[in-house]
């Protein structure tokens, strides 16, 4: 069972903490540094998908137009 993206946010953030601590040995620290890059990129992954999928289909004269959402004001 994958993980959701605010789970995989919060381990993340934790292994950043654990990093800044500066209490790991060496093979740790690149253990933890590896698994947050992992982390990275799935967080990444799900938030380019969610962008993708966020459309507004507008009706304008009679015709379904789809737009990109856009976040600016």
């Known amino acids: 069972m994958s993980k959701s993206f605010e789970?995989?946010?919060k381990q993340l953030e934790d292994i950043?903490?654990?990093l800044e601590k500066g209490e790991l040995s060496l093979e740790e620290s690149v253990?933890?540094?590896e698994e947050g890059i992992k982390l990275s990129k799935q967080c990444?992954?799900?938030l380019e998908e969610a962008?993708?999928?966020i459309t507004?289909?507008?009706n304008q004269d009679g015709e379904?137009?789809?737009e990109d959402f856009n976040t600016e004001g």
């Open 7 to 9: 789970e995989q946010m």
């Open 16 to 18: 950043v903490t654990e």
């Open 31 to 33: 253990s933890k540094f």
């Open 44 to 46: 990444n992954q799900t």
């Open 51 to 53: 962008e993708k999928k």
């Open 56 to 58: 507004i289909l507008v």
């Open 64 to 66: 379904i137009k789809e």
